[in-house]
């Protein structure tokens, strides 16, 4: 099956500092990733859609300078959170789209934890 | 934009009960909806999907009905067991973006 890694699984920085999220797809070309905040027992808020070889296209209401996406291979998307301040904290969680005109499935990455003290 | 609603946000069955998961979207131009299972810090796991071309999809004990025309779908949970205790949520995508709207997801809890 289809498998996203993330890395880190956790992070704790300090206000004011850059982290940076790798989301990889392990087993298969991703040109579409979606980048997803959760708050404690909330619903995925999706952030952003990340395209290879493009600019990430973003969800109203996300800076986009605050959050920055890069997905410069057909494996690997980074979502970058800069000037990081405690209300940053949050479970980021990237998703990738298996391609094919007729393929929807969306396999999701194990998340990341970040904590911004 | 899409909006999905989730009922009921929790949910409480004893053990070989089956339980019934509710949605509803609003762009009728969706036409994917998954449902995924998410255990407390961990991600969310695919468990089945239907596309607006099929009515009922079923695999083994959990099964998705569509209502193209009012705009729902239900998962349906049967014989359940404890291990089925997870946030569940619904989603909706275009074709033309794949981009999915989560329901506000709904806590299942099977009792033993």
């Known amino acids: 099956g289809a498998v996203v890694s993330q890395h880190p699984s956790r992070v704790i920085c300090k206000s004011g500092t850059s982290v940076k999220i790798e989301c990889r797809s392990l087993?298969?070309?991703?040109?579409?990733m979606f980048w997803y905040r959760q708050f404690p027992k909330k619903s995925l808020m999706l952030m952003a859609t990340?395209?290879?070889?493009?600019?990430?296209?973003?969800e109203q209401g996300v800076e986009k300078d605050k959050f920055l996406i890069n997905h410069a291979s057909l494996t690997l998307s980074t979502l970058t959170v800069t000037s990081a301040h405690p209300e940053d904290s949050s479970f980021y969680i990237c998703?990738?789209?298996?391609?094919?005109?007729?393929?929807?499935?969306?396999?999701f990455g194990p998340g990341t934890r970040l904590t911004v003290t | 934009g899409e909006n999905v609603e989730q009922h009921p946000s929790t949910l409480s069955v004893q053990e070989g009960d089956s339980a019934v998961i509710k949605c509803t979207y609003s762009?009728?131009?969706?036409?994917?909806f998954p449902w995924y299972k998410q255990e407390l810090g961990k991600r969310p796991q695919l468990i089945i999907d239907?596309?607006?071309?099929?009515g009922e999809k079923k695999d083994q004990r959990i099964a998705v009905t569509l209502n193209k025309t009012a705009k729902h779908f239900s998962l349906h949970i049967t014989e359940t067991q404890p291990e089925d205790s997870a946030v569940y949520f619904c989603?909706?995508?275009?074709?033309?973006?794949?981009?999915?709207?989560f329901g506000k997801g709904t806590l299942l809890t099977v009792n033993p």
């Open positions: 998703s990738a789209r298996v391609p094919g005109l007729s393929t929807y499935e969306q396999y």
């Open positions: 087993d298969f070309q991703a040109t579409t």
């Open positions: 990340s395209n290879e070889g493009s600019k990430a296209t973003y």
């Open positions: 762009d009728s131009a969706s036409n994917y």
């Open positions: 239907i596309r607006s071309n099929v």
């Open positions: 989603a909706a995508s275009l074709s033309s973006n794949y981009k999915l709207t």
